[in-house]
């Protein structure tokens, strides 16, 4: 013999027009996905670039030469990567960020 079929029924919300804004409980907005940019070309890095990293580079004390706790986060993407290029990119972000 088979089981007896359940039926449940949902009582939701007719559905609206209005478009669907995430918040959190303090009603500031938040994305799911925030897309970042490579900081050597300033191109969007896509979810589908799985050769893109992300480098944090600490902070250090020039007097101590201890690191402070703090970083610059810089991203880079699949196709500085894949030309060889990123070595020298990281480089010369570093180096200007230090010059600043």
């Given at each position: ?81 894949h030309k060889g290029e990123s ?14």
């Open positions: 013999p088979r089981p007896a079929a359940l039926c449940i029924h949902h009582h939701l919300p007719a559905p609206s027009n209005k478009p669907t804004i995430m918040q959190n409980d303090e009603g500031i907005n938040v994305d799911l996905y925030l897309p970042r940019k490579c900081s050597w070309t300033n191109r969007l890095i896509t979810a589908k670039d799985h050769a893109s990293v992300q480098i944090n580079v600490g902070d250090v004390d020039p007097e101590t030469g201890l690191y402070t706790g703090s970083y610059k986060t810089y991203a880079l993407c699949g196709y500085i990567r070595d020298e990119a990281l480089s010369t972000l570093v180096e200007r960020a230090d010059s600043a």
